[in-house]
């Protein structure tokens, strides 16, 4: 059986070109960019012609660039080293519901060391409003954390429009940009952010590495305390590997951006007509348009995720229900409840995430298969059987 | 997430005893959709003893196999030996179920409770 | 000319057999091990075997393992996580003089957080005394932190007694072993330690992976927020090749120890020999039994140590003077210091670490090159003038 | 560490003038072993003119190399011209060095303006 992954959104395979500029980095210029010697000069200049690459992508300067392993730590250190840096100036936060737990829980933390903290509602699409961005403001906010795209259901921010209310006002703005990075045009500028992270192994990249732009001037504690390196503010010996493969990923989805995006957004419209035409009870989460190229996210009535996931996995076909590391959790998606689903739609919604190996035929069969899978757990719904009156046990 | 024994994964591909016996003499219903999991249980009994068991049950693939593997358990025994199936036993016949899966046996095993009481209820009330 | 790399305390090139079973894992095996669909399941199996393989090589259960972004993040999150979980229990933490910096520079921040510090002196081989360790214990200490092996002299450390002390009074006892993995054993209950930190590429493995080992019980607060990844011990997509690799490069560096570790320790013999007797004013740093296989310090007096680098590389070989990390500042290596050298003397060391590819003719090389260096730039030297009178300037 | 220009490398491997002179006219030092730079520079001057120039210098490779370099550009030149030489002057000549280094280059200004000092000195003694 050919297996069809459509859960890009949860992590991506590395792009075999991207491996072959990997792979001298392992064994054959493999020196410690710090080192003196000439192994080290060779993977140092490896390293700044990375940041350079990634840098010019974004519009930003190269030195405005700091690796990291991930964007877990991009956030973590984007919000803990806001926090920290600006704790004289003020204690208030203003951050979304819908973040990822990379940012809320870190938020939580900051909550506990005496940050006030604002949770931004969304409306039912997902969308936060910039005027509820300006009114959470008081002299006190240091810090706006407003995710780019969101990773659950796709919707993509005003992030240009709050950038702006954050500048006029000197209050520190952070970006989580994970979803939208290789997918949608992000550059630092045009929307106005101080920092913003991103994850390398969702555009194609290695897992184990990301980064975080940090703009010239933004006040910033370092996470991780040790070596001089990344100027300071991120101390360890450079993943060299890692960060010649996240510039390698970043040009080349740079590159195919403006050809596969459109490509992509055929192939989620064509999957959700697709599934929602032949779905009874089956609804799209998110925004209708201002969405991710490649994201839908769809409820199905009556029946809960992970049996759909598991009989979509029987059928070869890989999705996600809310975000994978939250998967094994029993609550629903925080994100879900925040667009107004109540908890037993939100248990049944599934995210289709599509990429670059995604093909007209992975489409179709999806749309082939799921109406079987779901009138399957239908019948063996309590809550289905409720809603038709059909072979209820009364008594 | 930690993955299904093989013996999950049969129940959840093929559930037995899907549905809701219409004449029912007992029918327990368990769990709430904030959790992600309702079960519900109807059973027919005869001289004491359950002649049949049916389920349906919205939730996860361990929820679906444990439903599935209790109304198998059960059918044949009295209400007594029903009665003594434990949650564990029933994710042992199960060859175990994840640790985070766990709750769903203790769904299963109060579901039967609830249909047995429902059907005392209902036979006292006669 | 053949290139000679005498820095593989800095970074070691990856074994080709590392990079062999990582390879799969980038483009082929790519789910990410928190989904629940198949693509999932066999990179978490993957992510769960090299657990297993980790934790038996330290005599650690699985679960003691917590896969991180290397040793730097291992550190930070052994301090601050100890630190900030046992605050209501103390606010003393001891370690030592000679320290990583990820260690020394985390104590640092923890002091600027209300924490009290212990830094304790080592002997002019850089060793700690345990006896000192327990004269500086109090009612408040938490936490003891003092790394297995240095760095930049390769003095191996009395960890098991100071364990046994920490043990005794049930304060938790972190040791640093980046540099004793893979080249002596490591055995966490024969160390009796609570954490413990490693870094993969230190040991032929990939960059930018690590872990820290966390004995069942010992509380720890997460550095890095986010998703349920690593029984919430460190959020973040796994690493999956990173994490295969370095159970890979564990495993073999575990199987020629025995071995390799008795060869190296012949050449550096044979080096430290050769230099001390080819060059004057030459003297080794460090203990001169109790040290690492593969490192030889050397001191070179009159004459300063990038100056020594640079002219070594000019030759093809590649040395270090101090850690990696702090080559471009300008004080001397805090460790040199430690041991009571002064500072120029500190300023004119040179590390030469051995390693798996190192040959007999490597170390004949760098015997036969190094006079000539070194007389060369002592001719260039002041100090050396001073010392010896020829043709000082008087007036 | 940023690595260093050929133009320094080229000073580095082969540098100028190095040594003390005899009966030196004026003698500077500069730097301590604390920083790991320590620069000596004599000069020999006639009619105002520097005719030699040496120097001696504990230190990295930009610290030999601006050594070098500053000995080069004050040969023959009157000693208000060589004490025009800034500290920029001299690593532009090395094709610039890394931001770290700069420092070296200053070091090496104030070893020549304390070696012009001391030959001031020296001649009003006289
Ligand atoms: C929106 C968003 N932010 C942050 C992250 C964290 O990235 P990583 O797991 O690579 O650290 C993810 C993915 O997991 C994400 O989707
Ligand atoms: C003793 C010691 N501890 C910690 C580290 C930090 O390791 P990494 O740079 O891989 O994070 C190093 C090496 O740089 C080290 O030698």
Redesign the interface.
């Known amino acids: 059986m050919k297996?069809i992954?459509l859960?890009y959104a949860?992590?991506?395979?590395?792009?075999?070109r991207?491996?072959d500029e990997m792979?001298p980095f392992?064994?054959?210029h493999?020196?410690?960019p710090?080192?003196?010697?000439?192994?080290?000069?060779e993977t140092?200049s490896a390293v700044e012609a990375a940041r350079e690459t990634v840098s010019g992508l974004l519009g930003a300067a190269p030195d405005e660039i700091v690796f990291?392993?991930?964007?877990?730590?991009a956030?973590?250190t984007a919000l803990k080293g806001t926090a920290f840096a600006k704790r004289d100036k003020g204690n208030h936060i203003i951050t979304s519901a819908i973040e990822?737990?990379?940012v809320s829980?870190?938020v939580?933390?900051l909550k506990k060391e005496g940050f006030r903290i604002t949770n931004l509602p969304v409306d039912r699409y997902g969308m936060v409003d910039p005027d509820d961005v300006k009114k959470a403001i008081d002299e006190k906010t240091i810090l706006i954390s407003i995710m780019h795209a969101n990773n659950e259901i796709g919707t993509i921010q005003p992030i240009a429009e709050i950038g702006k209310i954050a500048r006029e006002r000197s209050i520190t703005f952070h970006t989580d940009a994970v979803q939208s990075l290789g997918h949608i045009p992000v550059n630092v500028d045009d929307l106005d952010v101080d920092l913003l992270s991103g994850?390398s192994?969702k555009f194609y990249g290695?897992?184990?590495?990301g980064f975080l732009y940090v703009r010239k001037g933004t006040k910033l504690t370092a996470?991780?305390?040790?070596?001089?390196?990344e100027k300071r503010r991120r101390?360890?010996?450079?993943?060299?590997?890692?960060i010649v493969g996240t510039a390698a990923a970043a040009r080349i989805a740079h590159e195919s951006m403006a050809e596969e995006s459109v490509r992509e957004a055929v192939l989620r419209d064509r999957l959700i007509k697709g599934i929602t035409g032949a779905v009874q009870d089956a609804s799209l989460n998110g925004h209708p348009t201002m969405r991710l190229p490649n994201n839908a996210n769809i409820s199905f009535h009556?029946?809960?995720?992970?049996?759909i996931?598991?009989s979509?996995?029987?059928e070869?076909?890989?999705?996600?229900?809310g975000?994978?590391?939250?998967?094994?959790?029993?609550?629903?998606s925080h994100v879900l409840l925040a667009i107004g689903l109540?908890?037993?739609v939100a248990?049944g919604s599934i995210r289709f995430s599509l990429g670059r190996w995604t093909t007209d035929e992975d489409v179709a069969r999806v749309i082939e298969v799921l109406p079987g899978i779901v009138s399957r757990l239908r019948?063996?719904?309590?809550?289905?059987?409720e809603r038709t009156s059909h072979?209820?046990?009364q008594? | 997430m930690e993955s299904y024994s093989d013996k999950v994964m049969d129940h959840f591909r093929k559930p037995r005893n899907v549905g809701a016996i219409d004449d029912a003499d007992g029918v327990g219903k368990e769990g709430n959709p904030m959790c992600g999991d309702i079960m519900e249980l109807s059973i027919k009994v005869k001289d004491d003893t359950i002649i049949d068991a049916k389920f349906r049950t919205f939730g996860c693939g361990a929820a679906i196999a444990t439903s599935s593997m209790i109304t198998e358990m059960i059918k044949g025994k009295s209400i007594q030996d029903a009665l003594k199936i434990s949650n564990r036993a029933v994710a042992e016949a199960l060859d175990g179920l994840p640790a985070k899966k766990m709750h769903c046996s203790v769904l299963a095993a109060d579901a039967l409770k609830k249909a047995v009481d429902d059907y005392r209820e209902h036979r006292k009330a006669l």
Chains 1, 3 share one sequence.
């Open positions: 297996r992954y859960d949860a992590t991506t395979p590395a792009d075999p991207v491996i792979l392992f064994t054959e493999f020196g410690n710090s080192s003196v010697h000439s192994f080290g000069q140092k990291v392993s991930g964007a877990t730590e956030n973590n990822h737990h990379s829980e870190t939580a933390a994850s192994h290695p897992k184990g590495v996470l991780l305390f040790g070596g001089d390196q101390a360890g010996t450079h993943n060299t590997p890692g009556f029946i809960e995720g992970e049996s996931l598991l979509l996995d029987m070869g076909i890989a999705a996600s229900s975000s994978a590391c939250t998967s094994s959790t029993l609550e629903p109540s908890h037993e248990h019948v063996m719904s309590p809550l289905f059987a072979g209820i046990v008594r």
